[in-house]
């Protein structure tokens, strides 16, 4: 072998090491056996989150090839591959080389049985978008062995959904188990060739999907969406990642299985034991080359290893306000800004967020930092949210002044609410105070004074939440009462009902009760519905409520309104987050007929009688009543004798009156005999006049004839007697 041959070998050699995690093979136990089930989440708006330091310049990060990264792929910093030509021709050969066929061919033969092994889920997410899936892979595990190899499958799921921060996403997390069959414990099904299949880089994702699409057809890896494949290879130490494709190689170890899983969502190595460890540093969440150790949160955001000199948002979160000894900004829980032992070449030199940190010491000893966590925390956030625990670095570092915390909210996280400086109000609805996941120091970390944060809790709760870790905050609470019943959300208050043609309405007065220690501000109240405009508001603005004090307004039904049932929204909302409905009805009932509608005592025939020939013809249908009575009898037609009668009536044709009957009685009877007066107009026409007053109203009959003639009606409707 020539001397570039032998060079490019101990080369290659080099960055293989680089990616190996020098651990022991054994496997470690699981900090917790089972996952717990927790309640259901539901969908969540956009996440975001702002860079800390308005002077930090954000670069473009390094875009990862959607194919498998060689291990020649690793640039130096003049921009140039770190590797000789020959060997990265002969790694990429291997590559294309590989077999993809269902059956795998070995040295000894063609296996006799599917290598493709037995699906099982070991842990089911509950949610069905936006999951989180992991598919673990058997490799060197023989038909003999499935068993051990799904039982160390079930320790590393249950290992990974109750790691913080993963056990706050638990719900989202599939994990599924793909028991291949090796034709023995020392070689790879899946490198094939009776090769061991040991050597760092030696699987590649094209080795892997004929396993995994022989269950799952089509499907391949995906860092964007979070779908990872995790080969776990018996009888081999340490793990390596391929950060472009979504594939990790790892040893049954749990810790080195998530430390790998954490390279395929973006965290990199932060050990520095060896001087070879440089190669396979990147500047991201975790790692950052030449930080102005000066003022790290202003600067340059690089993903170059040259030009970077600040540190990210996430890591800004944790740091001391001050550098402190040795320009380490050591802040809260150990976090800080650590040079690592191990330069990197020239004049580069690498920094970490803490000292032990699962992505350094890869064991279950050591969890993912809180910079870790917050990356992790922010990478799974968008579209997904609990119902029932406000997640640990939700609010980490926000500008947001004020947060409502659900009903339905039973936990907070951890640094839920981190150096969120803004934030003065929180509004909560939940009638039981939350738990913290530890404590409230840890979930308001970084935040001076809690007694200056105004807490609105549910009415009738303000003890419990006093005599709770939440009594260090400013509890407020806002009654609310309407004519000196209580109300609580969304109850109703039904005013009194009443018939048609009713007059005012006396308003009712809402009272705004502040039972809280500091003023509640401007309030603004808001008639909504479609009978919103059957009702009247007596103010819809208060200005404020002080502490201790009330404020009121008047609700009513407005006059006028029809036969019918109306009801209508009623929301007072503004300051502190008080916001609080409840609904109005009322009701107006149809009015009972009009009795003076009826008549009693009828003069009609008498008068007809006098005047002529229609005396004997006067019929029920002859006597009218008042608009909207009818008579309600089967003959109308049969001629009325004197004296009393007695027929019934209905009421009819209004929306605003009750239909009804009642009895009318009337009596016909003769009147007095009236002379006329007699005009005569010239020689031709004569004309008669007759004034009879009926019920003190005046009625005048007027007859006419030619001179000569007896006078006759002008027409026979005048016999018509109508009572109004």
Known sequence: MTKKGVFCVRLLVAMVASVMLLLPTAATVSRSANASSVPTYVEEASYSKEVIGSDIIQEPDMIAPEEDILLSDIE??????????????????????????????????????????????????????????????????????????????????????????????????????????????????????????????????????????????????????????????????GGYAW????????????????????????????????????????????????????????????????????????????????????????????????????????????YRPRQRCLMNQANTNDGFCLVCSEHLARRFAPNRIDNTIVRSYVFAGSTQETVEIGASVTSIGDYAFLRNTNLHTIDVYAPVPPTFRTDINNTFAGIANLGNISLNVPLGSEELFINSPWGVFNINSVHFSISGTPLEQDDTYTFASVAFGYSQITPRNVIISNVGAGPVGQLTIVLSGEDADAFALGATLIEGVAAGGIASFGISPVVGLDAGAYEAVITISGAHGVSFSFQVEFVVNRANPPSHGVPAVIYIENILRNLGDYADTIMLRDIELRDGWAWDEEDLDSVLALGSHTFTARFVGDNNINDGNVTVTFTLREMPELTPRVITLGDVLVISLIVVVVFGVAVLFVRWSMKGQNPEPREKQSKRAKNK
């Open 76 to 237: 130096k910093e003049d921009g140039t591959f770190g590797w000789c030509q020959d060997t990265y021709e002969k790694q990429q050969e291997y590559q294309e080389s590989l077999a993809s066929a269902d059956v795998m061919a070995f040295s000894g033969g063609i296996l006799a049985e599917s290598p493709h092994g037995e699906l099982r889920v070991m842990h089911a997410a509950t949610q069905t978008e936006n999951r989180i899936v992991i598919k673990i892979i058997a490799d060197r595990y023989m038909a003999s062995q499935q068993e051990a190899f799904f039982t160390v499958a079930q320790n590393m799921a249950n290992y990974f959904v109750n790691e913080h921060p993963l056990d706050e996403f638990r719900e989202w997390i599939q994990i599924y188990a793909i028991g291949t069959i090796s034709p023995t414990a020392t070689q790879s099904v899946i490198v094939g060739d009776g090769s061991a299949g040991t050597a760092s880089g030696q699987i590649v994702a094209n080795n892997v999907r004929p396993f995994v699409q022989h269950h799952f057809p089509g499907a391949n890896p995906s860092i964007a969406n979070n779908i990872s494949w995790l080969v776990v290879q018996q009888g081999r130490g």
């Open 243 to 350: 950060t472009g494709s979504g594939v990790a190689v790892t040893s049954v170890s749990l810790g080195v299985a998530l430390h790998e899983l954490g390279h395929l969502w973006q965290l990199w190595d932060e050990y520095d034991s060896a001087t070879w460890h440089y190669a396979s540093y990147r500047n991201g969440a975790n790692l950052r080359s030449n930080v102005n150790l000066s003022s790290p949160l202003t600067g340059v955001l690089s993903a170059s290893t040259a030009t970077n000199t600040a540190i990210p948002s996430q890591w800004g979160l944790f740091i001391g306000e001050t550098a402190g000894p040795n320009n380490q900004w050591q802040g809260i829980a150990g976090m800080g800004i650590y040079r690592m032992n191990t330069f990197g070449w020239g004049t580069t030199t690498w």
